[in-house]
């Protein structure tokens, strides 16, 4: 199975804030990365798809790159709404989620 | 509207079996790959398994802790998907959900509830 890690674990963040997360697979995954967003008690909200094409409805201070085994999502300007949990996924075999990075008011 | 239902969640004791439904509405379901994935409570998301399209040869597939126990069918005219789960454990204890992909999970259910207990 491919393994994906995240970091951080979590994150303080102030609103304006430009926040960053990293997500590495154990292996080369092409471009097959994902991210969701949820938030506590809520489904999975599908974020980005295949590295860095945005789902419609997603905001643009949403962006996604990276390439191979590493990744990243960042938010440039954050918002109240995001206060979430983020989940990198491959999908390039078996699918395989990140432990996920909480993303928390400071 | 697109959605994804599941139901047939509850409490169920070790070694115990219970099937999941999730029923779809809104998009080709026949068409579509159907993943369920599970949430224990206040943890990340693991991948359960998946079922692909008549065009696919309704291929399954499964995680590593539920093969052998778990099976993932489909019925394309009553547009729903199931996992039966057999020989359960407390650490199946967790929320089901039900998901399309297509580049990602683009679709989810709600979930629901399954609780493993004595």
């Known amino acids: 199975d491919i393994q994906m890690t995240q970091s951080p674990s979590s994150l303080s963040a102030s609103v304006g804030d430009r926040v960053t997360i990293t997500c590495r697979a154990s292996q080369n995954i092409n471009n097959y990365l994902n991210w969701y967003q949820q938030k506590p008690g809520k489904v999975p909200k599908p974020l980005i798809s295949?590295?860095?094409s945005l789902q419609s409805g997603v905001p643009s201070r949403f962006s996604a790159s990276g390439s191979g085994t590493d990744f990243t999502l960042t938010i440039s300007s954050l918002q109240p709404e995001d206060f979430a949990t983020y989940y990198c996924q491959q999908s390039y075999s078996f699918p395989t989620f990140g432990p996920g990075t909480k993303v928390e008011i400071k | 509207e697109v959605q994804l239902v599941e139901s047939g969640g509850g409490l169920v004791q070790p070694g115990g079996s219970l099937k999941l439904s999730c029923a779809a509405s809104g998009f080709t379901f026949s068409e579509s790959a159907l993943h369920w994935v599970r949430q224990v409570s206040g943890k990340g998301l693991e991948w359960v398994g998946r079922?692909?399209?008549?065009?696919?040869?309704?291929?399954?597939a499964y995680g590593e802790s539920v093969k052998g126990r778990f099976t993932i069918s489909r019925d394309d005219l009553k547009k729903t998907t199931y996992l039966q789960m057999n020989s359960l454990k407390t650490e199946d204890t967790a929320v089901y959900y039900c998901t399309r992909h297509l580049d990602l999970f683009d679709i989810w259910g709600l979930g629901t509830l399954v609780t493993v207990s004595s």
């Open positions: 079922i692909r399209s008549k065009a696919n040869n309704y291929a399954t």
């Open positions: 295949s590295v860095s």
